[in-house]
């Protein structure tokens, strides 16, 4: 993946062009060059100029703002974090009820509503959705803030701005906006679910056994359907963080990918390359969690242990 | 083991559980007439598609959409209950009375116990579920119980997940759930089908012998009339969604006089002559959204006649044996057949 990027930046035109002022002469022009160790061939820059400073736990420069990119990243990083926790706990919280009904009542008007909103939040694009959202709530409702991160509290270092109450306004409609898509997913996943355990014997035996409906639900059916959601949120909460460059831009919102859209335009290769690495990072240890929950919920994949 | 001296536990009248599909209405239970009394077991036979688990279901209230009961009642004598119909039960009162009255146990042990909940939670939420009891007398009810129904080391069994079980097992486990609140009734739904002839013969000694200890009445549904036979006190026939023969076990099975018990008794293997092909009853069991008109055995019947398109009434034949048939097998003295069964 970084061999990829890093050619494909390369190809990508020359970053002199755009730090430089066009007038500047040739030996300012080299000396940049030779400084962001642009003027060497393709392998060298990989393998010497590249490799070597990761290697040293140095993933570069940014040509534009000339700190390490990597602390460009964790700078923006709480940002992004906060907005896909939120967005991921949305789509938790109102996907898995509203799925669940619309597996037990796959017949009635509110189970084939739930259904046709779930349609929609798969089907309307995200940067549409969240223009409309502003347009609604900010523009002529007035009610929420159109974009921005509004007051932030410190904790160990790095800006939060869920802890304030005008924080957690600026957050609502980016992180309602990044969980559309999230939520309709999440509710066709317990819809099935629901849907392939309610005539599981199981259940039968457990209602047999006169246990209250809220216990049947909420314990013997939620447990077993859980298994296939957190595989597929452990796989969506990595895009969410990695992807949520669209509502980012939308909402103006500082986080990582805002900062990566603007790193693309400006050539800025270090920050872009840094931003996957982290990415792939993420996406290895989110599939390490999802395993860890699997074993609390699934005791048939537990390794070792009594027998 | 008679009906009459004992006092009855419930009272089936006409009972009829349908089910709406496109195809049309399948009548699975229609019209059925049955009596239990305390501690008695009966077994309920008949091939697939008879109704027999639907009828175990219809008491249970547990018959899920598409289908629903009808007609009919369903009357429980239960202790410290009002003798309610149970057709006519509220949700609620249902949900109190299944687990604690009436329990019920499923065929295929491998599916009825949930595979993420341990052992010691799916039994003491039985429990709970129809008494505040603290979760260590729950848990020691529960060991108990595992004890009794011939689980080893049942203390750190309880521990464990249902996949960490045989068949065999599980089954027990369902057996001892069932019998947690020491039920008045328990239906027991084919469950020895799905496991090996030997572990099938452990489960029956024991259910039979916890029932008779307990003195809870049992209703076993099962199409094998060879086990039920060892095993009844009384045998009700059922053919199509209604009870065409019903008696003591050792009338019926000594002197079947519907055509179709006689049938089902020549089909087992062990009555029939060594290198000959086995016998079998003609044709197929009749699509329940299409029965024939009258009787709806008759089609497959040798002894039918004009009289069968109209439908037969339940006629006593004997001392509590009754028989839904226009041309009943005359009563022959049939002991060398009762000697040749293996019960």
Redesign the interface.
Same mark, same amino acid.
């Given at each position: 993946m970084v061999v990829v990027v890093f050619i494909s930046m390369y190809a990508l035109g020359d970053p002199t062009e755009v730090l430089i002022a066009p007038d500047a002469s040739q030996e300012v022009r080299d000396k940049l060059k030779q400084e962001l160790c642009l003027d060497r061939p393709l392998h060298e820059q990989f393998f010497y100029c590249f490799v070597g400073n990761v290697l040293h736990g140095n993933l570069g420069i940014s040509f534009v703002h000339d700190v390490s990119a990597t602390q460009l990243i964790f700078d923006r990083l709480p940002a992004t974090l906060e907005l896909a926790i939120c967005a991921l706990l949305l789509a938790i919280f109102i996907g898995i009820p509203l799925g669940m009904l619309a597996g037990l009542k796959p017949q009635s008007p509110i189970g084939k509503g739930i259904m046709t909103g779930s349609v929609l939040g798969f089907s309307l694009p995200t940067f549409w959705v969240g223009l409309m959202l502003i347009l609604l709530f900010a523009v002529t409702l007035k009610w929420l803030p159109a974009g921005g991160r509004g007051e932030t509290v410190q904790i160990l270092g790095m800006q939060f701005s869920f802890l304030t109450r005008d924080g957690l306004i600026h957050l609502l409609l980016p992180a309602v906006n990044l969980a559309l898509f999230k939520i309709a997913l999440v509710i066709r996943l317990s819809r099935a679910g629901t849907m392939e355990v309610v005539h599981q014997d199981y259940i039968k035996f457990a209602r047999a056994k006169g246990l209250s409906t809220p216990r049947i639900v909420f314990l013997h059916m939620l447990k077993n359907i859980l298994i296939p959601i957190i595989t597929v949120l452990g796989i969506e909460f990595g895009s969410l963080i990695a992807f949520s460059v669209v509502t980012e831009t939308v909402f103006r919102w500082p986080g990582i990918g805002s900062l990566l859209i603007q790193s693309i335009a400006k050539l800025d290769r270090p920050v872009v390359v840094a931003y996957l690495l982290l990415v792939v990072f993420m996406f290895i240890l989110i599939n390490l969690v999802v395993d860890v929950v699997y074993s609390i919920l699934d005791p048939r994949v537990r390794l070792g242990g009594r027998s | 083991m008679n009906t009459s001296t004992r006092s009855l536990l419930l009272e089936i009248n006409s009972l009829q559980t349908w089910f709406d599909t496109r195809a049309g209405t399948v009548k699975a239970v229609d019209g059925v007439d049955l009596t239990l009394a305390r501690g008695e077991i009966l077994g309920l036979v008949g091939e697939s598609g008879s109704g027999k688990s639907v009828m175990g279901y219809s008491i249970?209230r547990?018959i899920?959409l598409p289908g629903r009961i009808v007609g009919g009642s369903i009357k429980f004598y239960g202790e410290g209950t009002q003798n309610e119909d149970l057709v006519n039960a509220t949700s609620d009162r249902m949900?109190?009375?299944?687990?604690?009255h009436i +329990? &019920?146990i499923?065929?295929?042990p491998m &599916?009825?116990?949930?595979?993420?909940?341990?052992i010691d939670t799916q039994m003491i939420? +039985?429990i709970q $579920?129809?008494a505040k009891v603290s979760n260590k007398v729950a848990r020691d009810r529960a060991r108990d119980m595992l004890g009794k129904v011939g689980i080893p080391s049942p203390e750190e069994r309880l521990? $464990?997940?249902p996949?960490?079980f045989s068949g065999g097992m599980r089954q027990r486990v $369902?057996i001892a759930? $069932?019998m947690l609140n020491k039920p008045e009734l328990i239906i027991a739904d084919e469950p020895t089908t799905a496991l090996d002839v030997t572990v099938q013969a452990q489960i029956l000694y024991e259910v039979r012998k916890l029932c008779r200890e307990s003195g809870t009445a049992l209703i076993w549904i099962t199409h094998d009339i060879a086990l039920i036979s060892g095993l009844a006190d009384r045998i009700a026939v059922m053919y199509a969604g209604r009870v065409v023969e019903t008696g003591l076990v050792r009338d019926v099975i000594a002197a079947p006089r519907h055509p179709y018990t006689a049938g089902l008794m020549g089909s087992v293997p062990s009555n029939n002559p060594r290198g000959k092909p086995l016998r079998q009853i003609p044709g197929m069991t009749p699509s329940l959204s299409n029965l024939p008109k009258g009787c709806a055995f008759a089609p497959r019947c040798e002894r039918a006649t004009v009289t069968c398109q109209q439908v037969p009434q339940e006629s006593p034949v004997g001392a509590e044996h009754k028989v839904r048939c226009f041309h009943p097998i005359e009563s022959i003295p049939a002991q060398s057949r009762h000697d040749r069964i293996k019960v």
């Open positions: - | 249970m547990l899920d949900r109190r009375l299944r687990g604690s +329990a &019920m499923f065929q295929d &599916m009825s116990l949930n595979p993420v909940l341990r939420e +039985a $579920a129809h521990q $464990a997940y996949h960490q $369902a759930t $069932a």
